[in-house]
């Protein structure tokens, strides 16, 4: 089996089957750290439930935390006096530092460990998100929720690979498919307990609450997490490159940026936009001298890696943008209140939140690409329904309310994202699982690159239409038909479903069987 890429032969189907069958022994990482991990089709133990408890609820607090502060953001901007220019710094400057993080992070849990560095991470988030409740203006404000990324950014890889850690084969996509599920679920929680918080208790209480779960995170991580391993000889983390990716992500946000708000492209634009666009090309350049690389080059090879990291980016540029805007087009195109807004994102939340858990109960019987094919079919049926900002509609000889029409399409997105989530989280991890860390860190850097850079492209768009509505009608429209160009990415990911069953089903060999017990 070749881990840059995909052999399609039947002989490398052989192989993988092969391999699949000698995985279901216990855990290197695991065996190491002196613990006793669940033998092959084994049910997972109570100790391996609670450790994907306390790592999902570090995920859940990051999730409740991102969606609560957007609630805050215009209590935010009268409290500390700020422009909404400054405050959206607040949101924008922890989606950066996070992206940039994450690759980092996944190179981290296997340089430092993933014990270490999970503990490390929660309680830098825990208090940052203290200082980011004391901050007396934007300028500092910024700087500690930046910090919170740090630690933010770190939860997806470490807890991906403790997970890994103490799952085995049989059980690990399953776990990690419910793991990524957490995230609607703190969406969903953040988006009405934060709009509480704020009306009742202000909106520093946003981050205050993260605080008392830290220190939970940080006691029960001590007690159940097992060490593991670290390498003989340490290699450098690749500071250089992040700066470099940070610096070119920043330059070319920065652009758009300026570009949006003076509607004319002049000379501070394109000198920004050349800025990010060489930060970039240095990076590029210094990843391929460097000898430890921050994104190793054997995931970003072969057409199984390429396609699954291409249709990250896709879904954070098309799925991100949409998500973000709906708001935005509520108000403005069908004259909805706030509150009611509210109303519309909770189903989307909880369909998303439903789909994704079940999703990840049947993903071995599933495989990868139909629920990524069915997903991206959603969320642009979706999209194009969305679109046709369609008004007091009948089903059936019944009035359907707007709030409600929205709500439910809205929702069918919702249903798309969770039935594919998991299925792009797991895709081609059995061709590296060695390395489940820093591709879970991977991934994430591309949707959320994707998530950056397409709400700043929607954002300039936006400033080429006489009203928002319109504007995000016609980019929904135009979503929705690129998004059908994820669908050939699928052919190309290796869909190990069915290798699994049958590796499940052969009865282990009796000098295999002897090694794994």
């Not at 007690?223 to 992500?249: E, H, K, Q």
């Not at 970003?300 to 708001?327: D, Q, T």
Request: net charge positive.
């Amino acid at each position: 089996m070749r881990r840059g890429g995909w052999e399609p032969s039947h002989e490398a189907e052989r192989r993988r089957g092969e391999v699949y069958s000698a995985m279901a022994g216990p855990l290197d990482q695991a065996a190491a750290s002196g613990t006793d991990p669940p033998r092959a089709g084994q049910r997972p133990g109570v100790r391996a439930i609670l450790i994907f408890l306390v790592v999902s609820l570090a995920l859940l607090m990051s999730s409740i935390g991102i969606t609560s502060v957007t609630v805050a953001f215009p209590a935010m901007t009268d409290g500390l006096n700020a422009s909404v220019v400054w405050v959206g710094w607040v949101l924008t400057g922890y989606q950066l530092a996070q992206t940039v993080m994450m690759p980092l992070a996944g190179k981290l849990s296997d340089e430092l460990g993933r014990k270490r560095l999970f503990l490390a991470c929660v309680g830098l988030f825990t208090a940052s998100s203290f200082l980011c409740g004391i901050a007396p203006n934007v300028y500092l404000l910024i700087l500690f929720r930046i910090l919170q990324a740090v630690g933010g950014g770190a939860f997806m890889p470490s807890a991906s690979g403790i997970i890994s850690d103490v799952f085995d084969d049989r059980w690990r996509p399953t776990a990690i498919g419910l793991f990524a599920s957490v995230f609607p679920v703190g969406a969903l929680v953040g988006s009405v307990l934060g709009g509480w918080m704020v009306e009742h208790l202000g909106w520093r209480s946003v981050f205050f609450i993260n605080v008392p779960i830290g220190i939970v995170l940080l006691l029960g991580g001590l007690g159940l997490i097992p060490a593991s391993t670290r390498p003989s000889r340490p290699r450098p983390i690749d500071l250089v490159g992040a700066t470099l990716f940070a610096l070119g992500m920043l330059g070319i946000m920065f652009g758009l940026t300026v570009l949006g708000n003076q509607e004319t492209f002049t000379w501070q634009v394109a000198l920004w936009l050349l800025l990010g666009a060489l930060a970039l090309v240095a990076f590029i350049y210094h990843e391929h001298r460097v000898a430890d690389p921050m994104i190793d080059p054997r995931l970003l090879r072969g057409p199984a890696f390429a396609a699954v990291n291409l249709y990250n980016f896709l879904h954070g540029a098309l799925v991100f943008g949409f998500f973000s805007f709906v708001p935005l087009y509520a108000i403005d195109a069908y004259h909805l209140r706030e509150t009611t807004v509210g109303f519309i994102l909770t189903p989307r939340a909880l369909a998303m939140a439903l789909s994704s858990a079940l999703s990840s109960f049947f993903l071995i019987r599933l495989g990868y690409r139909l629920p990524m094919v069915a997903g991206v079919l959603l969320v642009s049926t979706s999209l194009f329904l969305t679109a046709q900002n369609w008004h007091q509609v009948t089903v059936l000889g019944y009035p359907v309310n707007d709030a409600v029409l929205l709500a439910v399409l809205v929702a069918i997105a919702g249903v798309g994202v969770g039935v594919s989530a998991p299925a792009s989280s797991n895709a081609a991890l059995e061709l590296m699982p060695e390395a489940v860390a820093r591709i879970v860190g991977l991934r994430g850097m591309f949707r959320s690159t994707g998530g950056v850079l397409g709400t700043a492209v929607i954002v300039l768009l936006l400033t080429y239409f006489p009203s928002p509505g319109e504007g995000l009608a016609a980019i929904f429209r135009v979503g929705a038909l690129l998004l059908l160009l994820m669908i050939p990415l699928t052919l190309l990911i290796p869909d190990t479903a069915r290798l699994r069953r049958q590796a499940c089903r052969q009865p282990v060999s009796p000098a295999r069987g002897s090694a794994t017990d």
